[in-house]
């Protein structure tokens, strides 16, 4: 079997006039876990509804575990466990009821669906509360009930939409938690709005904005899209002329370049030095300046984040499908 384990090929879905999304196409390998993240109606849930088949596309196609969602629905339906935006669940049903009934609907039968029922409710940890009806359970717990309906029957994908979101910060991170255990022998799609979120749970990241994919990048990759780190250290003047100091910084070996900046308040003088890489030159900074007996008054590191990159990507026309 080959390593793709979802190819998406020109994806494209029109409500009326609106397209919801437009000639998305990317492929994700078995075993990663990839973020989908794009503000709202973007497209993400579009996408996830093309791929679990819940939705057909208006153009293009996809393929799961080498089924066309086209030609084999069914295949592609028994390959992934789904996770929806709002998980319908049934808040009069008790949770072991739920995942029987869930269960059952996946053709799990007996001594079968007993075995299977014990495992995701020890991996999901809903052990203590089995017994009690769905609508009881605070939000985290019905995400972990959402997310035991989407492991019953064992699929090697997992597509879940939004799993984090409406979690208070310790729910949040027992999920994640969670997805980064599951996501060890499983291919993941999850779609988030939280930048954060996506650096700690996906090997990479696909950015989508107005139906179109921007970006296809490891998080550390869209990080370095942003350009470099630069340092900017502020010094007591004391009669040295900014040549003079440029030079005492020009030493760090690492440092690409070293600028004046405008801008200094009276008395003060602003460096900035660029590193050759993404090093972290605050130590050799702080080091040059007390041995050339400079003060330093302040040193502050700049760069853009993810979030701006985001915002780049996301914002005006989308920019450029990469
Ligand atoms: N059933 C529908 N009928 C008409 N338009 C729809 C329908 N479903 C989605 N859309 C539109 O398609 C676009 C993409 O929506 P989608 O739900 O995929 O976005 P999303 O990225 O999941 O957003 P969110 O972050 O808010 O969940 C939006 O403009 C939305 O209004
Ligand atoms: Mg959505």
Do not use: W
């Amino acid at each position: 079997m080959s390593d793709v384990m979802i190819d998406a090929r020109d994806l494209t879905k029109l409500y009326g006039t609106v397209a919801a999304l437009r000639n998305a196409s990317f492929q994700v390998n078995r075993g990663e876990v990839v973020g989908f993240l794009g503000p709202n109606g973007a497209g993400k849930t579009t996408t996830m509804k093309i791929l679990t088949c819940f939705i057909a596309p208006s153009g293009g196609t996809a393929q799961v575990g080498g089924a066309d969602i086209f030609e084999d629905p069914i295949a592609v339906r028994e390959l992934i466990g789904y996770l929806p935006e709002n998980t319908p669940l049934y808040t009069e049903m008790l949770v072991l009821e739920y995942l029987q009934f869930v269960g059952k609907m996946r053709g799990l039968r007996g001594a079968g669906l007993e075995a299977r029922l014990r495992r995701v409710v020890e991996e999901t940890s809903l052990g203590d509360v089995i017994g009690k009806s769905i609508g009881e359970l605070s939000k985290g717990f019905r995400q972990r009930v959402g997310l035991a309906q989407a492991l019953i029957h064992e699929p090697p994908v997992l597509i879940l939409d939004e799993p984090m979101s409406g979690l208070d910060p310790n729910q949040a991170s027992e999920i994640r938690e969670l997805i980064r255990e599951i996501g060890r022998e499983r291919t993941i799609i999850l779609s988030t709005h939280n930048l954060a979120e996506v650096r700690v749970t996906c090997g990479r990241v696909l950015i989508i904005s107005q139906g179109q994919l921007v970006a296809d990048d490891t998080p550390d990759e869209l990080a370095a899209r942003a350009g470099k780190p630069r340092f900017i250290a502020t010094l007591k003047q004391n009669g040295h002329s900014a040549s003079e100091i440029r030079e005492v910084f020009s030493v760090i070996g690492d440092a690409q370049s070293v600028k004046e900046r405008t801008g200094a308040a009276p008395g003060e003088l602003l460096v900035e030095v660029v590193p050759k890489g993404n090093q972290d030159l605050r130590a050799e900074i702080f080091q040059a300046a007390v041995s050339a007996k400079l003060v330093l008054l302040g040193l502050e590191q700049r760069g853009e984040n993810l979030e701006d990159i985001f915002r780049q990507l996301t914002t005006g026309n989308g920019g450029a499908s990469s």
